[in-house]
């Protein structure tokens, strides 16, 4: 199998880094320090379809046939705005894989036609609660509920660290709830489509984080908030499936939106190692600082193919062809645990080459270091990795 891209992947890229370089580039030091989400931009990536690469035309969307890689264009996207600015990365990343394509994927025709458009367009953002202050990836700790009573779902609970769900044009979440006990006493956990108004459901203050400062992140309360018995995602009591499934494709895009950041990172300090002088010439002739630019070109390209061969899986995966479902998940946590922990090294490797520099807000490096750390956390943890790749080896580790 072959992962080098197709001319047309190729040119998308291209109008995708145009794009960044042009209207992000030049004003994310100042969005960062100002905590500033700029829905503009987000409605001009919207406008160019970057939210629509993995959707049909009847929504909106490109309409990308299985063979012309749409999952692979949406990375791709991922990647170069990643390169530029990683907050402006994870907000397609989040609006897609956890907005988007949980609607697509499991919502019915009504639920389609409603959401849908909007989405697809970038004129809304949809983000999708999962995480509470005890519960994670362990479904079994979930503690929102919600109670089907005359018709309605009463939702009562939180969530926490939810991405794209308290801004300005955010239109709703789909948030994971018990909604009964199975007869073997574990928790019954259903998606329910709450849409930004509800009474009842509050995004709280955003939080002051060590990066990602554009992103927009917020806890979620929700007290007696009702939607009707239709805003269902999907089966009942397989929302934990589904949360699964949304995860392995968003641990592939932030894979790709990883080796943006380590695409970056080494050519700040290729071109910082060539201007810079010190002792009669540049310090990119000491060995020392060549031999760890040297390291962060090996993790690119490393990284990338990890990320290019999971995301052709992906694309791959149609009407039951191509990789099965294990396939897929052990290639996405492969290429999320590589490319989450080279950027994090490859942010240090940058921040020492630039040496005192490195540590002034002034130059991207400093952003890039605070903004790497939550890439070996977010769409599961480097732990979390581990144990799948392990279990997918057929090891019993728990």
Known sequence: MSFELSREHEEFRASVRDFAEAEVAPHVAQWDRDHHFPVDVVHRMGALGFFGLTSPEEYGGAGLAPEDGPFTSLCLAIEELGRVDQ???????????LGINPILTYGTTEQKEQWLPDLVAGQRLAGFGLTEPGAGSDAGATRTKAELVGGE?????????????????TSLVTVTARTGTRENGSPEISTIIVPAGTPGFTAEK???KLGWHISDTHPLTFVDAKVPEANLLGERGRGYAQFLATLDDGRVAIAALAVGLVQACRDLCVEYALDRQTMGGPIGRKQGVAFQI??????????????????????????????????????????????????????????????????????????????????????????????????GLGLPVE
């Open 206 to 208: 955003g939080y002051d």
């Open 87 to 97: 907050s402006i990365g994870i907000t397609l990343e989040a609006g897609v894989g």
């Open 153 to 169: 779902w009463v939702v009562n609970g939180a969530k926490q660290f939810i991405t794209n769900s308290g801004s300005a044009i």
């Open 294 to 391: 040297a390291d962060l070109d090996v993790m690119l390209q490393a990284g990338r193919l990890l990320t290019y061969k999971a995301a052709a899986m992906r694309d791959a995966m149609v009407d039951g062809a191509g990789p099965s479902a294990k396939e897929f998940k052990q290639a996405a946590s492969i290429a999320k645990l590589y490319t989450s922990e080279s950027a994090v090294t490859a942010t240090r490797i940058a921040t020492q080459v630039f040496g005192g520099y490195g540590f002034m807000e002034e130059y991207p490096v400093a952003r890039f270091y605070r903004d790497a750390k939550i890439l070996e956390i977010g769409e599961g943890t480097s732990e979390v990795q581990r144990m799948l790749i392990a279990r």
